[in-house]
Each structure stands twice: as structure tokens, then as C-alpha cells.
């Protein structure tokens, strides 16, 4: 069974960094196909893709938030970790991360396991 | 970057009806589109990948169609359950933009 599990700071200032991690287990990160990603969600807002790390450590990035955004793992751990610079109160939100195969390994593609999410607000 | 877009925003249908949520590509995705449902306060569900294939566990009642910049999620005979915001997600490329949503309510 597939589970992950979001953790991080509940409140961050402006500017600050936000550093969230991503808890799994039930598959590993090593293994070919193996994909997490982070995806968040502004209150009441639509969800918005963040960025995914693949098996091989190939990482990709939401341009829009690309300088913003480093994704890293730590496979002996089972981790993965986002790191969010320069923050402000509009990156407000709950934020997943997701397990996911990747076509390539026969997988469906689709993101089919989600963390709980964890809610980040932005405040002075 | 390849956006997606969806119609409608909000949807109002009764217990028993069949709905259909569009989802348009800004460039072709050939048939690499998801379909999610979420509801309040939870994460999102896969329901279909590959445009039209049904994800493990979920109802035959919710089917998928499409390819290239064009799909369609059809919910048939809705259940009380099934009342949520819906999304779709392209994964052709390595940008995996979900659609703005659609939020399917009860009339």
C-alpha cells in the first residue's frame, strides 16, 4: 500500500524560504518509473502542478515558478523535499505531493496517490 | 506551455442525470489526459488516465473520451456522492497543467 504524507511549517513570513517534505512508503524512489510530485492549492482555487522528480533524479519545474523551485530527494529516507524561495501571501494554500508511474515504466501516468495535504499561509 | 480549459466552471444537475465536463488543450496531447474528483477539504481522486481508461476501484458510471486538444468526462446516472469539482490534467508533456476545475452541483 502506497501512503504519503506532507509536512512543514503551518506559517511563514514574506520572503521567508518554505522547505515541505514529502514522507512515503509502499514503493521506492529508486525504482525505475517512480515519480512524486508537488501540487498546490489556493483556497478555493483551482489545484496548480508545482514540479516532479522522476526515478533518475530528472526533475521538472512549473516555469512560471521555475526560479523559485528546487525538488530533491533523499531516497534513503523516503523522502522528497520542495523548497519554495522568496514567499508571499498569494502562494497561500494547501500543498500535496503525489505518487505517480511514469508511462515509460508501464505505468498509467496519472497521479494515482495523494498525501493529505498540508496548509502553508503567508502572513506578516 | 500547454493550457488547459474547461467548461463548464460550474455545472447543476440532479440525482440520476448524465453530465459531460469538456476539457480543451492549447496544442495537441495526443490521449496522455487525467480526470480527478475532488471534494471539499480533500485530495484529489484519480478517476481516468490515458484520456478513457478507468482507474482501479472507480464506478464504471464515470467514463472518458477524447484526444489530441479535445476530451470529455461523462458522468452517468449521478449519484449523491458524486457531487464534487472535477479536473482534468495533460501529462503529454513535462508540464502537468490541471484544468481550472469544474464544479459539479446539486439542483
Known amino acids: 500500500q502506497i501512503t504519503l504524507k506532507e509536512s512543514g511549517p503551518t506559517l511563514v513570513k514574506p520572503t521567508q524560504t518554505l522547505t515541505l517534505t514529502c514522507t512515503f512508503s509502499?514503493?521506492?524512489?529508486?525504482?525505475?518509473?517512480?515519480?512524486v510530485s508537488w501540487i498546490r492549492q489556493p483556497p478555493g482555487k483551482a489545484l496548480e502542478w508545482l514540479a516532479l522528480i522522476y526515478w533518475d533524479d530528472d526533475k521538472h519545474y512549473s516555469p512560471s515558478l521555475k526560479s523559485r523551485l528546487t525538488i530533491s530527494r533523499d531516497t534513503s529516507k523516503n523522502q522528497v523535499v520542495l523548497t519554495m524561495t522568496n514567499m508571499d501571501p498569494v502562494d497561500t494554500g494547501t500543498y500535496y505531493c503525489?505518487?505517480?508511474?511514469?508511462?515509460?515504466?508501464?505505468?498509467?501516468?496519472?497521479?494515482?496517490?495523494w498525501g493529505q495535504g498540508t496548509t502553508v499561509t503567508v502572513s506578516s | 506551455d500547454i493550457q488547459m480549459t474547461q467548461s463548464p466552471s460550474t455545472l447543476s444537475a440532479s440525482v440520476g442525470d448524465r453530465v459531460t465536463i469538456t476539457c480543451r488543450a492549447s496544442?495537441?496531447?495526443?490521449?496522455?489526459l487525467a480526470w480527478y474528483q475532488q471534494k471539499p477539504g480533500k485530495a484529489p481522486k484519480l478517476l481516468i488516465y490515458k484520456a478513457s481508461s478507468l482507474e482501479s476501484g472507480v464506478s464504471s458510471r464515470f467514463s472518458g473520451s477524447g484526444s489530441g486538444t479535445e476530451f470529455t468526462l461523462t458522468i452517468n446516472s449521478l449519484q449523491p456522492d458524486d457531487f464534487a469539482t472535477y479536473y482534468c490534467?495533460?501529462?503529454?508533456?513535462?508540464?502537468?497543467?490541471f484544468g481550472q476545475g469544474t464544479k459539479l452541483e446539486i439542483k
Open positions: 496544442q495537441s496531447v495526443g490521449d496522455w
Open positions: 509502499g514503493f521506492s524512489l529508486s525504482t525505475s518509473g517512480m515519480c
Open positions: 490534467q495533460q501529462y503529454n508533456s513535462y508540464t502537468f497543467f
Open positions: 503525489a505518487h505517480r508511474v511514469a508511462v515509460s515504466a508501464g505505468g498509467t501516468g496519472g497521479m494515482d496517490v
